[in-house]
């Protein structure tokens, strides 16, 4: 490690926007902190950049002096127990960061280069699913599937929960797909949810005089709102009516859900209850994020005629079939694993995305198909600006 890695640290600097100050990629600049491996393009007019960029950032010690082992930098660095523990501390919250950026991490794209360095006409990790072919069925997300499609068939109320890149959308649209595709008599209802907030200092909050208008617009176009409650309810229900008794099953979609206010999911199991006779009108399917299921826990008493219910199923992280998802998604551009990994790669991809917490003996894993194809992508640039045949450990790492 160059020591102009630590001073960075020291002064509070990311490499992310040095790397930007510079003009390189964030990658190539880790790949030269950490393993000496240099930009081979314009090397003298980058160091020259570089020193100029150190200086505006406060930081005078000569250039030379930086790009040498960290041990051999003497600085401000002392031996004394107390740096020591103060340098730990930093090193943990730069752990944290990375954590975080992985996961905040922006849309990467392959490079023209990197597509023509592994002969790729398009990423297999980062496109969007365009099939229900294409989506990678795990023994998790196939319990998932078939739970959405069982709830939009005979109705139900269920909660899928997910971290961000779980696939919470893909999963939305191939239910959309399957019942359009097998002909179903099921109407799906989708309020909009773009201003969508829990409360309304941030946005605008999703209430049931919203959710009836959603329904009552999708059902029967048509007509006209009622503009009070009582009327808009009672419109709501005739036509739940009409159209179960034309044969039709009624699913609301209700996606971002976590950002709903506590009183509209209480709301929701009454929407639930409306009937015709024996016959539940409306089934209900709420996609969020974790936070969802903290608001439908059994403690917080005040859903908990909701909780009793709804069926919360979880989309988990890629940790038993991360190599099965790695070879589905390079099958469709007709490749193989090994065509771009070499052996010790998945091993350290799985390294960067689950973290060990040594305080309570816990692990959190980060393996979801966003952040692996977040991470993925980055390594394929970075081998290709190497001139590295295969994404190898060393590179992953160097992300």
């Known amino acids: 490690m160059l020591a102009l890695k630590q001073v960075l640290?020291?002064?509070?600097?990311?490499?992310?926007?040095?790397?930007?100050?510079?003009?390189?990629?964030?990658a190539a600049l880790a790949q030269w902190l950490n393993h000496h491996i240099l930009p081979t393009k314009q090397m003298k007019a980058l160091k020259i950049k570089l020193s100029k960029v150190l200086k505006t950032l406060g930081i005078q010690t000569a250039l030379a002096d930086l790009l040498t082992e960290s041990t051999q930098y003497k600085g401000e660095v002392s031996a004394s127990a107390a740096t020591l523990t103060e340098a730990s501390t930093i090193n943990e919250e730069a752990t944290t960061l990375t954590e975080d950026e992985l996961m905040l991490l922006a849309k990467q794209s392959l490079y023209p280069a990197t597509k023509r360095h592994f002969s790729l006409f398009s990423n297999p990790f980062t496109d969007e699913v365009r099939s229900a072919e294409q989506v990678f069925t795990s023994p998790d997300v196939r319990y998932v599937r078939e739970a959405l499609f069982q709830t939009a068939k005979f109705g139900g109320f269920v909660a899928v929960v997910g971290e961000s890149g779980a696939g919470k959308s893909t999963l939305r649209r191939d239910l959309i797909d399957r019942i359009n595709a097998e002909n179903l008599p099921v109407v799906v209802i989708e309020p909009y949810i773009i201003a969508m907030e829990d409360n309304d200092v941030k946005g605008k909050t999703l209430k049931a005089s919203h959710i009836a208008e959603a329904i009552v617009s999708?059902?029967?176009?048509?007509?006209n709102i009622k503009r009070s409650p009582e009327a808009r309810f009672r419109q709501l229900h005739r036509v739940l009516k009409d159209s179960a008794r034309a044969g039709n099953q009624h699913i609301l979609i209700i996606e971002e859900a976590h950002s709903l206010p506590v009183p509209t999911l209480k709301h929701l199991k009454r929407f639930f209850e409306l009937e015709d006779g024996f016959k539940k009108l409306l089934s209900i399917v709420l996609?969020?994020?974790p936070e969802l299921k903290l608001k439908l826990s059994e403690r917080n008493f005040e859903v908990r005629e909701v909780v009793q219910r709804c069926e919360v199923v979880e989309l988990a992280p890629l940790d038993s079939c991360l190599a099965q998802y790695i070879d589905w998604r390079l099958k469709a551009v007709n490749r193989k694993a090994s065509d771009i990994f070499d052996k010790d790669a998945l091993d350290m991809l799985r390294s960067r995305l689950v973290f060990s917490n040594s305080r309570n003996k816990t692990q959190t894993s980060l393996l979801y198909p966003l952040a692996v194809g977040n991470l993925i992508t980055a390594a394929m640039n970075l081998a290709a600006e190497l001139g590295s045949p295969l994404v190898t450990a060393d590179v992953i790492k160097a992300v």
């Open 218 to 223: 999708t059902l029967a176009p048509l007509e």
């Open 287 to 289: 996609v969020g994020q």
């Open 9 to 26: 640290q020291q002064h509070e600097i990311s490499q992310a926007e040095l790397a930007r100050q510079v003009g390189i990629s964030p």
